[in-house]
């Protein structure tokens, strides 16, 4: 089935880090979105991209979604202890309209306090 | 967005036994998807919810193991049927608003099968 592959698979940082991480595929996507799932929890969706070249902003987050909507990258800035967790890249194919999502394999976030 | 509920959050079964998860949505909903999480791994859709027709199937997942029901547009619930220790996993539930991809998910119920 169709892949995406996100990296790096585990970063361990220093508090106040920037911390970065991106998705890509060989196939063409029509959104990109990004959550954050913590222990015991549901993801949450933390951004969705629509638009090739899109940059978005959450707070310390950005987001962007690639020119040749193969791959996406998330940035965390100034990173916090609270930033722990599990971050998913997820996105829907461009030639589907079934609103079906694929997920990245996940990026897991330690923040040495 | 919306908020979605789940039942049981988590639930210890015997192998060979059924478990039907239920999910609530706050406000009607025009999509809804159950997805498996296994330990440590990434979200991977078992089915779309349709809402008066029968659930539709990812490859790997058949409706006798996995019946799906959706009853109205902000209620469905995924039965695990014939358990083994391999259907130990998180199962989730989410929703998306139609128009656009965005999905929100339940916390989860938490499965272990002994």
């Known amino acids: 089935g169709q892949q995406l592959n996100q990296s790096p698979q585990s970063m361990f940082i220093q508090e106040g880090e920037d911390v970065s991480m991106n998705c890509t595929s060989s196939s063409i996507f029509n959104t990109w979105l990004w959550y954050k799932q913590e222990p015991g929890e549901g993801p949450v969706l933390l951004i969705a991209l629509y638009k090739a070249g899109e940059l978005t902003s959450n707070g310390r987050l950005t987001a962007q979604f690639g020119i040749t909507r193969k791959d996406s990258f998330l940035n965390i800035s100034a990173s916090i202890p609270s930033d722990v967790g599990i971050y998913f890249c997820a996105g829907t194919l461009g030639s589907s309209n079934t609103g079906k999502l694929i997920f990245g394999q996940g990026t897991t976030l330690q923040v040495k306090p | 967005s919306a908020v979605i509920s789940q039942k049981p959050s988590r639930d210890i079964c015997q192998r060979g036994t059924s478990l039907t998860i239920q999910c609530q949505v706050d406000s009607q909903v025009t999509m809804m998807f159950w997805y498996r999480q296994q330990p440590g791994q990434s979200l991977t859709l078992i089915a779309t919810a349709n809402q008066g027709s029968e659930a539709t199937y990812e490859s790997g997942f058949v409706i006798d193991k996995f019946p799906i029901s959706r009853p109205n547009l902000t209620f469905s619930t995924l039965t695990v049927s014939n358990m083994s220790p391999e259907d130990s996993s998180i199962y989730l539930c989410?929703?998306?608003?139609?128009?656009?991809?965005?999905?929100?998910f339940g916390p989860g119920t938490r499965l272990t099968v002994l």
């Open positions: 989410s929703a998306g608003l139609g128009g656009v991809d965005e999905q929100f």
